[in-house]
């Protein structure tokens, strides 16, 4: 009996149960005597007050001001770069949101004195298609997820010799190559380099 109520793929508009077995519950409407679903998500019968609940499933995790986002550089235009978001927080996200930053991070928030922000008014540092970077969200203004990277855990947290192909290594105040000495004046997260987003660079050109 319980259980031919309880359902786990509910679609809005479903129907559910009618008034006489059981109240429209949460997430709920009642229509012609007919208790229907107005979310996606799963069905609960409460026997105590005889109600019929849907508990919504979780929508799209979208990317919210301070979320720390990490994914690849798929573009590059003016001053600004485009950058596919693979992870949310840490968590995969399918979603396949891109975000913007600019290469030039004089206007964003943060408290990070070093001599990062003023060398970056000269432009000197560079990005790449293909980048790994991480970023936090500071802004979703016009529909746009905007990151800055004005952070010592924020900025490029792996990419390869553009010259060679082969491996960096993090240099005080870049990336130097292993193989061929190619010296690139970049903005390196802290822990640039972790065995996870070697992988990723990897992964992004198989169209996840
Ligand atoms: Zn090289």
């Known amino acids: 009996m319980r259980k031919s109520y ?10 559910l149960s009618v008034i006489e077995e059981f109240d429209a519950g949460k997430n709920t409407y009642v229509d ?3 208790v ?15 109600t ?15 979320d720390i986002v990490v994914g690849y550089i798929d573009m590059l235009f003016g001053n600004m770069i485009s950058v596919r978001i693979l992870y949310i927080n840490e968590k995969f996200s399918k979603s396949g949101f891109s975000a ?16 990062w922000r003023e060398r970056s008014f000269k432009g000197k540092y560079i990005f790449k298609v293909g980048d790994i970077i991480r970023g936090k969200v500071y802004s979703l203004l016009n ?11 924020l900025g490029i947290v792996y990419t390869i010799c553009f010259s060679c192909g082969n491996e960096f290594t993090k240099v005080p105040g870049g990336l130097k ?9 970049r903005k390196v997260s802290i822990d640039y380099g972790k065995e996870s ?9 198989l169209n996840l």
């Open 143 to 153: 529909s746009s997820i905007h990151l800055t990277l004005d952070d010592k855990d």
């Open 52 to 66: 019929l609940n849907v508990k919504q499933k979780n929508p799209p995790m979208i990317p919210k001001i301070g």
């Open 6 to 15: 309880e359902n786990s793929h509910i679609t809005p508009g479903m129907m």
């Open 32 to 34: 012609e005597g007919d």
């Open 197 to 205: 987003f070697t992988s990723l660079y990897d992964k992004q050109f």
């Open 100 to 115: 913007i930053a600019s290469t030039r991070m004089f206007y964003s928030g943060g408290n990070y004195n070093s001599n």
């Open 177 to 185: 190559c292993n193989s061929c000495g190619n010296f690139e004046d």
């Open 36 to 50: 229907r679903s107005s979310v996606i998500g799963g069905s609960t019968i409460d026997f105590s007050d005889r």
